[in-house]
């Protein structure tokens, strides 16, 4: 450089990329598009967000739903025997626990968005790029992540997902919701 020249000034990788946009979508890979361009918000059209208390709500439902009959299964293979469950018998429970949970959650939701427990609540599952009823492989995925842990950690797993889901910003996503690219909406 001559001495005539003026030394750079700012950072000297350039610009940071511009914020914004939907996040599950990059676009020209930086988040917001090109030339101050904007990518319109995800829920625009769609209902208002569920409410946390009655997501809470009808995830309960939807685990007692769950508990009732698994827990009949691994009585009926010996697992419980009265007020003792053995050991090696508990894990039985737990394979039912997840199997009719990821079953229920995956039937339920690629069917009509709604568990029992949504629909009591009046919520629904919906795709986040256009609110529709989830796909056969996004409610897989939503209640493979949502019930398959449970089969170790249940208690931990669903108080991780509800913390998720209290602080996520800005769509209130929890990690199931996130991977499967879903959000919970109230139903119309």
């Given at each position: 450089?001559?001495?005539?020249?003026?030394?750079?000034?700012?950072?000297?990788?350039?610009?940071?990329?511009?914020?914004?946009g939907?996040?599950?979508?990059?676009?020209?890979?930086?988040?917001?598009?090109?030339?101050?361009?904007?990518?319109?918000?995800?829920?625009?059209?769609?209902?208002?967000?569920?409410?946390?208390?009655?997501?809470v709500?009808?995830?309960?439902?939807?685990?007692?739903?769950?508990?009732?009959?698994?827990?009949?299964?691994?009585?009926?293979?010996?697992?419980?025997?009265?007020?003792?469950?053995?050991?090696?018998?508990?894990?039985?429970?737990?394979?039912?626990?997840?199997?009719?949970?990821?079953?229920?959650?995956?039937?339920?939701?690629?069917?009509?968005?709604?568990?029992?427990?949504?629909?009591?609540?009046?919520?629904?599952?919906?795709?986040?790029?256009?609110?529709?009823?989830?796909?056969?492989?996004?409610?897989?995925?939503?209640?493979?992540?949502?019930?398959?842990?449970?089969?170790?950690?249940?208690?931990?797993?669903?108080?991780?997902?509800?913390?998720?889901?209290?602080?996520?910003?800005?769509?209130?996503?929890g990690?199931?919701?996130?991977?499967?690219?879903?959000v919970?909406?109230?139903?119309?």
């Amino acid at each position: 450089m001559s001495s005539d020249q003026t030394p750079p000034s700012g950072n000297p990788y350039g610009n940071p990329p511009p914020a914004g946009g939907n996040p599950y979508d990059p676009g020209d890979g930086f988040g917001g598009g090109g030339g101050g361009w904007q990518q319109p918000d995800p829920l625009a059209g769609m209902p208002p967000l569920a409410a946390p208390g009655r997501r809470v709500l009808a995830r309960v439902i939807d685990i007692i739903i769950v508990l009732v009959p698994a827990g009949l299964l691994d009585w009926a293979a010996g697992g419980v025997h009265g007020n003792d469950v053995s050991y090696g018998r508990s894990a039985v429970g737990g394979v039912f626990t997840a199997a009719l949970g990821f079953l229920y959650e995956w039937y339920m939701t690629k069917s009509t968005g709604q568990t029992v427990g949504k629909r009591l609540m009046g919520l629904r599952a919906a795709m986040l790029s256009d609110g529709g009823v989830p796909p056969t492989n996004s409610a897989a995925v939503r209640a493979a992540i949502l019930w398959l842990p449970a089969f170790c950690c249940s208690c931990f797993w669903f108080l991780i997902i509800g913390i998720t889901v209290l602080f996520d910003k800005p769509y209130r996503q929890g990690l199931h919701e996130k991977a499967a690219r879903t959000v919970v909406v109230t139903a119309v």
